[in-house]
């Protein structure tokens, strides 16, 4: 199944894709959560209701894509965790050793922006960056998970693009502030479950795309930390709840790293794309005085 969060004029809502339609659960379903995170807590057999009611639902249920604005897959998600230097070339393209114990730090909510909406170039830097990035959204309850049973945590799998603003990430030894601007971290377009890919969405080709130019194109089988091995490490410390995200970090290729270096300015367009899971785009647009 395939969840699309989104607006529509002041309604927020949530829709099921089915090939080319866009099914409104609120439609559809009325009795379930009319939100992601709502219908994620409320167990797998609300995930299957959802299902069945958006497969048998008529024509009155479809939404037109034109009408919505696409919002971050997980609008209000509690936590974000980012892995960084979880490919090996890319920790080597930064001139950086793979790290014995991940590099861990924390996105906000406010920092996410959905398909189709502006990443937004911040006034204060022109180190605007990509990195693509499979994000991994957390379906239940979960703490000291085992890494052979870790999986069993996963609602599904998105697109991602970490947008990170060089400067400000170097400014300190903690990662935080440059990857927290406004706007910047693109999350979509839409939740595919886990029962559509492979396990921990492991062997599908990940790259970015700038201006229809490819410039990240790897692997997630290259990953170091996988999906389970960063949902055992994680829920040791923190307990992780239905509607968290955990991002798995980006292959090499990213803007800075190239000679000369490659970021993003207004008027560009980024993609993410992931086998299977789907392609996140976004414009690139000046932040608003």
């Known amino acids: ?10 309604r927020d809502g949530l829709a099921v894709r089915i090939h080319d339609r866009l099914v409104d659960l609120s439609v559809a379903a009325p009795q379930l959560p009319g939100q992601i995170r709502a219908l994620l807590a409320a167990g797998p057999q609300a995930l299957s209701a959802a299902a069945d009611s958006a497969a048998k639902a008529g024509a009155s249920a479809d939404l037109d894509p034109a009408s919505i604005e696409y919002l971050p897959v997980v609008p209000d998600a ?3 965790f980012c892995l ?3 490919y090996a070339a890319h920790a080597a393209e930064g001139g950086n050793a793979v790290p014995a114990y991940p590099a861990l730090f924390l996105r906000t909510a406010g920092s996410l922006t959905g398909h189709g909406q502006p990443i937004l170039h911040s006034r204060l830097s022109d180190t605007l960056d990509f990195e693509a990035e499979l994000a991994v959204v957390i379906g239940r309850r979960v703490r000291r998970a085992a890494v052979a049973d870790a999986l069993e945590a996963v609602a599904g799998y998105s697109c991602f693009n970490d947008g990170s603003v060089r400067e400000y990430q170097r400014k300190t030894t903690q990662w935080t502030i440059g990857k927290n601007f406004e706007s910047t971290g693109g999350f979509g377009p839409e939740l595919v479950t886990a029962d559509e890919l492979p396990a921990g969405a492991r062997g599908l080709r990940i790259r970015s795309i700038l201006n229809g130019k490819t410039m990240q194109d790897d692997n997630t089988a290259n990953m170091i930390v996988s999906v389970a091995d960063a949902i055992a490490l994680i829920s040791d410390c923190v307990t ?17 790293a190239r000679t000369p270096p490659v970021f993003m300015r207004a008027g560009d367009v980024c993609e993410i794309e992931i086998e299977g899971v789907g392609k996140l785009s976004n414009p690139i647009a000046d932040e608003p005085v």
């Open 1 to 10: 199944m395939r969840l699309v969060s989104f607006r529509q004029g002041k």
């Open 78 to 80: 509690g936590k974000i």
């Open 84 to 86: 960084g230097l979880n």
């Open 240 to 256: 992780l709840e239905p509607g968290d995200v955990i991002v798995m970090g980006t292959p090499s290729g990213v803007g800075y």
